[in-house]
């Protein structure tokens, strides 16, 4: 899909949300952002997700992470939406703003946009996307699901804190990894290197290779 990926810098849009005018970079200021779409207001998966997202408000704002949802209806119709998202999951609190985009011009601009599939007037729809913005107003992370399947927040959640962690230290997270877990020291990090950054001590695996690059370390 052509467009905004990782490592570009997100455009300065102004876009009107439910809490009023925001100009996105402006509004990422300094933190990190998660910019999220949805194919429409009033449908079931995209409430399952915002409500899961507002449940989560507290968790994105311990790492220093802003919310920012989108999707293609107007602010008014966002404000009604809000209503049934807070019923069906109890004890959230939308407090992130939702970006309204009747014409799709925002999405467009942002790579969020399904060329599969169009409304009653054949006008493309969100895609089911996800941005995570550094401080740098560059992409960090973009996930594109279809929109028969919700996006899974804790793992949004384990990618932020590897990133968070990856951009401190020089390591890397294996498969599966999860925060507590062994990490993957960077090859460009020499043996004698990665003895003084981790004094107590490390894993050479033993590989068939004899090759000493999977080193691990819990941190």
């Keep these: 899909m052509p467009g905004l990926t990782i490592g570009d810098l997100i455009p300065d849009l102004l876009v009107q949300t439910t809490h009023g005018p925001i100009q996105l970079h402006q509004f990422v200021g300094n933190d990190w952002a998660c910019l999220f779409s949805h194919p429409a207001d009033f449908t079931p998966v995209c409430t399952t997700e915002l409500g899961k997202m507002a449940l989560y ?20 119709s966002h404000v009604e939406w809000i209503k049934d998202i807070e019923s069906y999951t109890p004890g ?18 942002l790579n969020m946009v399904d060329p ?9 729809l969100p895609s089911r996307a996800l941005h995570l913005i550094g401080p740098n107003k560059r992409i960090r992370l973009s996930i594109l699901y279809p929109a028969t399947t919700g996006r899974n927040m804790d793992e ?14 020089k390591v890397a997270t294996p498969v599966n ?7 993957v020291i960077s090859p460009s990090v020499s043996n004698e290197e990665a003895k003084e950054m981790f004094p107590k001590g490390f894993e050479t695996v033993d590989l ?4 000493e690059y999977l080193r691990l370390v819990k941190m």
């Design 208 to 211: 068939p290779s004899k090759k």
């Design 57 to 76: 408000t507290e968790e994105f704002e311990k790492r220093g992470v802003k919310l920012l949802g989108f999707s293609c209806d107007d602010v008014a």
């Design 156 to 169: 949004v959640l384990r990618v932020i804190d590897s990133l968070q962690k990856t951009d401190k230290y």
């Design 177 to 183: 990894w999860t925060p507590g877990g062994k990490v």
């Design 116 to 124: 599969d599939q169009k409304d009653s007037d054949g006008i493309e």
């Design 92 to 109: 959230c609190n939308v407090k992130f703003p939702i970006v309204a985009d009747p014409d799709r011009s925002v999405i467009k601009q």
